[in-house]
């Protein structure tokens, strides 16, 4: 178990695509999937991808529990998932600020499909195959980007919709991903 650093944006290998996982139930993955999930919950983040602590490997955890500040937030169920394999199920794309551990501080306007597939394996190698939408939808699509070495920042449209989290919101603290 150990809170580890976060790469922040800048770091060459937070543009790398990873590489998929080969073997599950490995002493080594369950270290890694533990040192994540400390890692996020010390930050209070909501998702987190294997490279943005440097292990370029196709692995994102994600979750996110009711929280009485946030009350039209939607729970996501706390999920491991390795080889991602994302596929819309509509066209249509909705705007909505996120946030990410690797770009501390800021906060943008992202679009994302409303509506997607995702595909993978769990860190026993077990299948995982769900269609989901919204906020869920959105982190799963802002994780696995990381895994494609995309930030959020390159996902923007529009610019005057990315800045300071503490004038966009002042006095709150929105989960990054
Ligand atoms: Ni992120």
Redesign the pocket.
Known sequence: MAIRTVLKMGDPRLLKVADKVGKFGTPELNMLIQDMHDTMEALN?A???AP?IGVSLQVVIFGAKHNPRYPDAEEVPYTVLANPLLTPLAQEMEQDW??????PGLRGMVPRFTRLRYQGLDQYGKPIDRSVGGFHARVVQ??C??LQGI??PMRITDFRMFGFTEVLFPGQTPM??
């Not at 996120?98 to 770009?103: A, Q």
Request: charged share 25%.
């Open positions: 983040g998702g987190l991808a943005q996120e946030g990410c551990l690797s770009v802002h994780e980007d990381h930030l959020y990054d991903e």
